[in-house]
């Protein structure tokens, strides 16, 4: 089931078996701030590396924009769907999806990296095989994907270094025992 805009139920946790899935205190508290960072740069990368996206009718971004994000949002439902139950919330011009499924380490990266792979790296792979108007757009679909992605891409690289019989659970994990 999907809760639009409202949190899962409170469910108790034993909290010495999970520990915080981003350990350091600091890193935590900062995290967003690594998030903003990475939207900066991404931001800035498009006309510092001779990209003509710009060139694209802004009526036309702000519709690619919009399906993009929905697509987006809809592949990470997509992983997860049968999981459990769904929650997709917001703060500010950020939105999360959370769920009370307990999720193994492929599963959670997949969740994590699935619309970045599909709406920014397969785009710009296409974009080397087509020319005319559809290469900007192509482009610009990577670049906003990218931009809308940048947690779930610290996220992504977070996920890999955990060990091998990790599963995940709101914001914790803990080492499954065989």
Excluded: C
């Excluded at 108007?133 to 947690?151: C, M, Q, R, Y």
Aim: hydrophobic share 55%.
């Amino acid at each position: 089931m999907i809760h639009w805009f409202q949190q899962l139920p409170q469910q108790r946790m034993d909290l010495s078996q999970w520990t915080p899935f981003i350990q350091k205190p600091w890193y935590r508290n900062h995290f967003m701030k690594f998030v903003y960072l990475l939207q900066i740069i991404i931001v800035l990368l498009p006309p510092n590396i001779g990209i003509g996206i710009l060139d694209i009718n802004i009526l036309l971004m702000i519709l690619i924009g919009i399906i993009v994000f929905l697509l987006h949002e809809s592949l990470h439902i997509l992983v997860i769907h049968k999981k459990g139950d769904i929650s997709l919330t917001f703060r500010g011009v950020f939105f999360w999806l959370n769920t009370n499924a307990i999720l193994s380490k492929g599963r959670f990266w997949v969740f994590m990296s699935l619309p970045f792979i599909a709406l920014s790296i397969v785009p710009v792979i296409l974009s080397f095989y087509v020319f005319g108007e559809l290469k900007p757009i192509l482009l610009f679909i990577s670049w906003f994907n990218t931009f809308i992605s940048a947690s779930d891409i610290i996220n992504s690289f977070l996920i890999v270094i955990k060990p091998k019989n990790t599963v995940f659970y709101r914001g914790y994990f803990r080492i499954k025992e065989d």
